[in-house]
């Protein structure tokens, strides 16, 4: 496999994870209703599952910037590079994580 087959299956992945990212964020969160009598305990399991569904949005949203980033990386060439050392990044690791931004020696040690 060459190099530009390598980016264009990063990118095709990239694509493909920014679609159910975006879809993901811009989900509707219900709200809780209306309270009644009796309904205390419901409406604290609504607010729960409203306040997880909102972290998880919010996570979603970060992986989202950080799809978008490794796009704009591929764009400008830089893309397997790391963002801190300039190291090439590990093919395997591009692999499971395409929007990795850090070498593992950078990742270990806490670089942001």
Same mark, same amino acid.
């Given at each position: 496999?060459?190099?530009?087959?390598?980016?264009?299956? &990063? +990118? *095709?992945? #990239? /694509? @493909?994870?920014?679609?159910? =990212?975006?879809?993901?964020?811009?989900?509707?969160?219900?709200?809780?209703?209306?309270?009644?009598?009796?309904?205390?305990?419901?409406?604290?399991?609504?607010?729960?599952?409203?306040?997880?569904?909102?972290?998880?949005?919010?996570? &979603? +949203? *970060?992986? #989202? /910037? @950080?799809?978008?980033?490794? =796009?704009?990386?591929?764009?400008?060439?830089?893309?397997?590079?790391?963002?801190?050392?300039?190291?090439?990044?590990?093919?395997?690791?591009?692999?499971?994580?395409?929007?990795?931004?850090?070498?593992?020696?950078?990742?270990?040690?806490?670089?942001?």
């Amino acid at each position: 496999m060459t190099p530009s087959d390598d980016l264009a299956i &990063a +990118r *095709a992945a #990239l /694509e @493909a994870e920014r679609v159910v =990212l975006d879809a993901e964020v811009h989900a509707e969160i219900e709200g809780p209703g209306q309270m009644t009598y009796g309904s205390q305990a419901a409406a604290a399991t609504h607010v729960f599952e409203q306040q997880r569904d909102i972290a998880l949005r919010d996570k &979603a +949203r *970060a992986q #989202l /910037e @950080a799809v978008e980033a490794a =796009l704009a990386r591929i764009e400008a060439g830089t893309y397997g590079r790391c963002t801190s050392c300039g190291n090439p990044i590990t093919p395997e690791r591009l692999e499971a994580i395409p929007w990795a931004e850090h070498c593992i020696d950078c990742q270990r040690a806490g670089v942001r």
